[in-house]
């Protein structure tokens, strides 16, 4: 009975919990989506003991979440239950932003929350008595060690415990919620009457709760970051590669590194949905270190077969700030024979804000042979003294300008004063986003070089790129302009 009691009480307090939460949020003021919005949301996860994801809806569609800014309409369905007169309920619900396992969730006005229902049963880890927990709708919201599901449909109407069909049971209910405890009569339990199993599962329960407690404190698993912590420590980071080409060959010519979180269900992460956690809880740090790791494991021997190509990593600021970027790179990549001149280091603009710091970093990695780039550049701060003071090789040109190419916006224009702007301050230009046969006669017609995008190639796994990478240079002929020697 204690197990079926802890299980209940626990199901109906996470959903409680989860709902002061939203409560909590939805007694503040603030103006949608903006960053203080989401770093409110995801504060609230981070503190909040059930809650793995906060929503914000608005005129029909999810705006933003705790991850960060989104815009996908959803389509709103009855509510399973009911929690009081304000908070409405589903179970069985897959997460619209990161996917995976199905899950519940809890909404109150305009926000709402996820809920793991693998919390609901975790700290019950007794590895002789399965479990089920039931909604106050009677859908099964969560389970533990593989319970007879037929068998707890027909206990749900039982009361109190006994035995049945050679099972020992126990039924628990609580503001509607029920907990059914279920363990078999064979085995060692089945060595005692049934009073003796009552007693001994009392005592053992108390033994596991404490086990439970400590496998919960280990793993952590509390929050997205609880998760982004195990996924760094499982090493749960691949890295996809996506090719640079020479635009007016098609020839490719190296590729940038970019980072996926792969987690243990296979569902792929996002980088937008994860890296700002990253970088705002330092665990930035270690996922480059691996994706270093993996650069120089996965494409170590193809670079130095051909050191024509190059690869293309993104550092944090805190790695240029500080300057780690130079010792990570050299230690990580040079162990592999991998040359410096085939190493690009890429940082955003806001990556590079503190330019006393970001002009010795950048003085020092191309004095070492490495080429510096700024990338997404035109959607943070940049300027043509911001530029003009960088030593930089490269400019990458978001794909947002990429976009609007021929669209008649007014944004349509300014990829030309960047093309404009680069080619006067002598960078390499390489446009990112390329997905049609327009965009890419508009920058060939404009005189950029390079691109990345779709219309070329995916980010793509070491084995596919290696055999895409191989076919490319099958194609090549002497008189191709290779990206190295073009911003030598």
């Not at 590729?255 to 330092?282: K, N, T």
């Not at 930035?284 to 024509?308: A, F, Y």
Request: proline share 4%; net charge negative; aromatic share 8%.
């Amino acid at each position: 009975m204690a197990i079926a009691s802890q299980a209940a009480t626990r199901a109906e307090q996470s959903f409680a919990d989860a709902a002061a939460t939203l409560k909590t949020l939805g007694g503040r003021r603030y103006i949608s989506c903006t960053d203080a919005h989401i770093g409110e949301m995801r504060r609230l996860v981070l503190n909040a003991r059930t809650v793995e994801e906060i929503g914000y809806i608005e005129d029909g569609a999810l705006k933003c979440t705790s991850w960060g800014v989104e815009h996908r309409t959803i389509t709103e369905m009855p509510a399973d239950f009911l929690i009081g007169n304000d908070v409405k309920a589903w179970v069985d619900v897959v997460p619209l932003v990161t996917g995976g396992n199905p899950t519940s969730l809890v909404r109150v006005g305009p926000y709402n929350a996820l809920v793991d229902p693998g919390r609901l049963v975790e700290l019950l880890a007794d590895q002789g008595a399965a479990v089920v927990i039931k909604a106050p709708n009677g859908a099964v919201t969560a389970t533990l060690n593989t319970p007879d599901t037929d068998l707890a449909h027909r206990l749900a109407g039982q009361t109190s415990r006994g035995v049945l069909d050679g099972n020992i049971y126990a039924v628990y209910e609580k503001a509607g919620w029920t907990a059914i405890a279920i363990s078999s009569t064979n085995g060692l339990f089945g060595l005692f009457t049934h009073e003796h199993w009552l007693f001994v599962a009392f005592g053992g329960f108390a033994t596991l709760v404490i086990i439970g407690l400590v496998v919960r404190m280990s793993r952590k698993r509390l929050s997205p970051l609880g998760e982004l912590a195990i996924a760094v420590r499982e090493r749960e980071f691949v890295v996809h590669y996506q090719p640079i080409v020479e635009l007016r060959s098609g020839l490719c010519v190296g590729a940038e590194a970019l980072v996926r979180w792969q987690r243990p269900d296979g569902v792929l992460v996002r980088p937008d949905l994860f890296i700002p956690l990253a970088e705002q809880s330092g665990l930035i740090r270690p996922i480059t270190d691996q994706v270093i790791e993996s650069v120089g494991r996965e494409l170590g021997p193809l670079l130095n077969q051909h050191p024509s190509l190059h690869v293309a990593i993104n550092f944090c600021a805190e790695d240029f700030k500080t300057g780690r970027v130079l010792e990570t790179v050299g230690e990580r990549l040079g162990a592999c024979g991998i040359a410096n001149e085939q190493i690009w280091l890429e940082a955003t603009e806001r990556g590079l804000m503190d330019i006393e710091e970001a002009r010795k970093t950048i003085g020092e990695a191309r004095r070492r042979g490495y080429s510096v780039a700024i990338d997404d550049f035109g959607t943070g701060y940049s300027s043509l003294q911001y530029l003009q003071s960088l030593p930089l090789d490269a400019l990458k040109i978001d794909k947002s300008f990429v976009d609007a190419i021929n669209r008649q916006t007014a944004t349509s224009a300014v990829i030309a004063h960047i093309i404009e702007m680069a080619k006067a301050l002598n960078l390499a230009i390489i446009a990112e986003g390329v997905e049609t046969r327009e965009q890419a006669d508009y920058l060939i017609e404009h005189g950029v070089t390079f691109c990345q995008g779709w219309y070329y190639a995916k980010p793509m796994p070491a084995e596919e790129f290696i055999t895409y990478v191989q076919a490319s240079l099958r194609l090549q002929d002497s008189g191709v302009v290779m990206l190295n020697r073009a911003m030598a």
